[in-house]
């Protein structure tokens, strides 16, 4: 199973917006709707932002939204913020004899 | 509040196994399954399996297959994750993720560096 394709790197200025994809195929994200969203700063374990494509756990800042059309989620941040600056890795279920599959992340610098 | 603390940092040579162990607290341990993730030298994310501590089922990558071995202690509440035939190419930070549905981790481990040096 290959790897979900993302953006190396991405940029922004403070409040601007900034949206990273993530292309699967339809055996991955096209085919469910099980793609969560992970941000991770350096030296730390990552931390789930998105998960079920679109859904926030409690406690993530409403600026991030995650999206999905055919086999590309993306995540979106609004109003970025210079706390945001970190690499972001989607994942993506991929059904019971694969399981999943991590994207190859991408680096957001504010 | 839930925690996921894993065992510390190991050193193993070329062809030597690693059990890191993963210890979860705060929560109903049977409750939901626990997956292993790993990262490399400056790399990627890559999944390896995960089990469910209720029955003991395991599942893993294909690249995994042969020598990953997932268990666990309902006793303790603590899960492990050995991986035999090491390689420099293991050399990664390991870490152990609660998922509370398809693909949604939203509790980790702070992460278990396994460095394999001859």
């Known amino acids: 199973q290959s790897a979900l394709t993302q953006p190396r790197s991405v940029s922004g200025s403070p409040g601007q917006s900034v949206t990273i994809s993530c292309t699967g195929s339809s055996s991955d994200v096209g085919y469910y709707n099980y793609v969560s969203w992970y941000q991770q700063h350096p030296g730390k374990a990552p931390k789930l932002l998105i998960y079920d494509v679109t859904q926030r756990p409690s406690g993530v800042p409403e600026r991030f939204s995650g999206s999905k059309s055919g086999s590309t989620a993306s995540l979106t941040i609004s109003g970025i913020q210079p706390e945001d600056e970190a690499d972001y890795y989607c994942?993506?279920?991929?059904?019971?004899?694969?399981?999943?599959?991590f994207g190859t992340g991408t680096e957001v610098t504010v | 509040q839930v925690r996921l603390v894993q065992s510390g940092a190991e050193l193993k040579k070329p062809g030597a196994s690693v059990k890191v162990s993963c210890k979860a607290s705060g929560y109903n341990f049977v409750t939901y399954d626990v997956h292993w993730v790993r990262q490399g030298p400056g790399q990627g994310l890559e999944w390896m399996g995960w089990i469910n501590p209720n029955r003991g089922n395991t599942g893993y990558a294909q690249n995994f297959q042969a020598r990953l071995t997932l268990t666990r202690d309902t006793s303790t509440g603590t899960l492990y994750m050995e991986l035999s035939g090491l390689t420099s190419e293991d050399t990664a930070v390991y870490y152990c993720?609660?998922?509370?549905?398809?693909?949604?981790?939203?509790?980790w481990g702070q992460g278990t560096l396994v460095s394999v040096s001859s």
């Open positions: 994942c993506s279920y991929a059904g019971m004899y694969t399981s999943y599959v």
């Open positions: 993720a609660r998922f509370v549905g398809p693909a949604a981790a939203d509790y």
